[in-house]
Nanobody
Framework: QVQLVESGGGLVQAGGSLRLSCAAS????????MGWFRQAPGKEREFVSA????????RYADSVKGRFTVSRDNAKNTVYLQMNSLKPEDTAIYYC????????????????WGQGTQVTVSS
């Protein structure tokens, strides 16, 4: 069993930045890939980013590439999502997840999910 707790969401103006954190517990953090998804009101949940167990491989949705950066600190059992140049269309609940590999997370094959953190970008 893995517990994931996201934090760092909030309200920000367009062009601003936020950094999301996801703290994991329950298993050896470094043994699984991590990812981020988001769900906007009235829309399906979509992939945002993923990172491999070592952090060497990262993946991004085209909509966030160049603006978002995923990273992890295995010593702190935490994964981060640095979000820059935020746009109103980035408004969503952001979820942290685990998976076997960053590629499988990108395909939506995730094992555990956090409760989500709200990100709201005003225009």
């Amino acid at each position: 069993q893995v517990q994931l707790v996201e934090s760092g969401g909030g309200l920000v103006q367009a062009g601003g930045s936020l950094r999301l954190s996801c703290a994991a517990s329950g298993r050896t953090f470094s043994s699984y890939a991590m990812g981020w998804f988001r769900q906007a009101p009235g829309k399906e949940r979509e992939f945002v980013s993923a990172i491999s167990t070592s952090g060497a491989t990262t993946r991004y949705a085209d909509s966030v590439k160049g603006r978002f950066t995923v990273s992890r600190d295995n010593a702190k059992n935490t994964v981060y999502l640095q979000m820059n140049s935020l746009k109103p269309e980035d408004t969503a609940i952001y979820y942290c997840t685990t998976g076997r590999a960053s590629a499988t997370i990108q395909r939506g094959l995730a094992d555990y999910w956090g409760q989500g953190t709200q990100v709201t970008v005003s225009s």
